[in-house]
């Protein structure tokens, strides 16, 4: 396996107390796969990424349990430098949402996209231009060669995205982090980008973890999914059988609520309440003050419940049934 | 109810002439839902902010029921700005985290008329009611509330005023995913309970399609195509409508996403390409596409294209 995290915990300690962002999360990816994180703000999808480079806030954020292995590497005991020098940018990659924070509005697109290829020695000297060119080209940038002096406001939205892109995948990383990687675009660029990001791991055959609360995205590029609650993984699956066959309350609800294309629906069938405090979490199921079909004994934690090959959810009507 | 008529705004800039909104003419039915849809930048938010008369049109009329907003009088316009109310994207941005939310509901009933305090405490109870809220929550701060709730308050305000048509900016956008489909419900009920006439932005085609009844399709200011929601979602005849419908990912893993429909970049509304504005990225274009600007053809569902006689794509 590329990527196996254990029982992963990260806090973030804060004035009112000590938020449980990740709370016990498993997850496998594997080379060349797809595995789309979902949930919605709060849920723990992108503390999870962050985990993974351990880039957590500075001072507040500390990962309290649980192991990460790349490649049958543990990471979670790797110090800062031998994350730097190894691990981050270098075997683990990340695209972000708003390509204008990550990229520096001050430097050229030329440098910036260089830093990485001459921090991890991939190119030295005068070879490091040709390899930026080279770079920018795989991810299909018009004229690259033209354009490396250029800065990033000359560049369009989802232009500025494919230089971001290059950033993450010029020293061909054997995982991609990409959080919301098209949320800030319009939709016939939205579908470049996943285009994009399709070809980029048919060439290097790298796995991916998509950061989405995007349904649709989600859908169109995961080959499996981890949905995400309060801080856990409520269920995990191949695409297919979480789309045809959500199992979890809370899958099947977000399902419901959204709004299809070409299906015209009465009403949407909302979910009532919001999603619970991780300072001071309910125990048992969390998303259980919000569901339909809660029982009494969704107070107590739910047994994660094996439905199909690698299709799991987390939920009490699941065990009785 | 509301007509727009040749609207059109352009900004002057260092850059050059960005000509936001071009021409274009819209017409809302009374209590119909009317949404603009494309791509950011292409003007949509221009033409709510002209609506909404935080900005003047360079040329153009709006006609709010035949009055032409321009040549209002004073008590008219007046009239005008209580009739006509918005409620905007990001609900942590327009409620002033200052005020409680009975002063945040009560300035503009006060900027209208003078109730007594016992009469607005119960216009500010009624319209908690209406979106949901408790009465207590008059006496709080927007930073007391999550941001479902705090769209709530700001749909609050927009109805203390008993308006009759509604702009909404993207107003779930902001939103996270199980909370967007109550504030969506709450909206289609106040429609139904007070028989207003929305005027809804949105990026989110799947949401349009659900919530509106009537579409206009901008691309760079002007509008591509325009109709019924459901025939123009059930038989696009733009080229730029299908490319956008084609590039919605859809939640169904089966599902093929067209990239080359529209392939390329937006053009830049500071320079934008003579002829159909869409011509450079249309894999259908041809020469009078690039040197004629297409009519708007069509009624009710109309298009901008000089492709339209063409059998529209199966």
Redesign the interface.
Known sequence: MLLSVRNLQTHLHLRRGVLRAVDGVSLDVAEGETLGLVG??GSGKTMTGLSLLRLLPKGSGRIAGGSISLDGRELTTLSESELVREIRGRRIAMIMQDPMTSLNPVFSIGDQVGNPLRNHDIARGTAVRAAVVDVLRRVRLPSPADRLDDHPHQF????RQRIVAAMAIGCTPRLLIADEPTTAL???????I??LLRQIQADTGAGIILIT?????A??L?HRIAVMYAGQIVETGP??RI?RQPAHPYTR???E??????A??G??????G??PSLIDPPTGCRFAP?CALRMDKCAEAPPEITLADGHRAACWKLADA | MLELDGLTRHYRTRHGVVRAVENVSLTLRAGGTLALVG??GCGKTTIAKMILQLEQPDAGTIRFEGADVAHMDRAALHRYRRDVMAVFQDPYASLNPRMRVANIIAEPILAHEKPGRAALDKRIAEVLDIVGLPVSAARLYPHEF?G?QRQRIAIARALALQPRLMVLDEPVSAL???????V??LL?DIQDQFGLTYLIIA?????V???SSDVAVIYLGRVAEAGPT?EV?AGPRHPYTQ?????????????V???A??AG??ASALNPPPGCRFNP?CPRAQDICRTTVPELRGTPHAAACHLVSEPPRT
Do not use: M, W
């Open positions: 919605e703000s369009s939205g989802g232009q319009d939709v016939t660029i939205q579908v470049q996943i285009g609360h995007d349904l649709g995205v859908a169109s995961c695409v297919r789309y609800a977000l399902l609520a959204i709004p299809r294309l070409g015209k629906r009403r949407l069938a909302a979910i009532q919001q999603p919000r | 791509e950011s999550s479902g996270d995913v199980s909370i967007r489909a109550q969506l419900n289609q990026h989110d085609l799947a949401l399609e659900h919530f459901a979602f490319a956008l419908l084609a590039a919605v990912p859809l939640p169904d893993p089966d599902h996403l067209s990239e429909a529209a970049e937006i990225r």
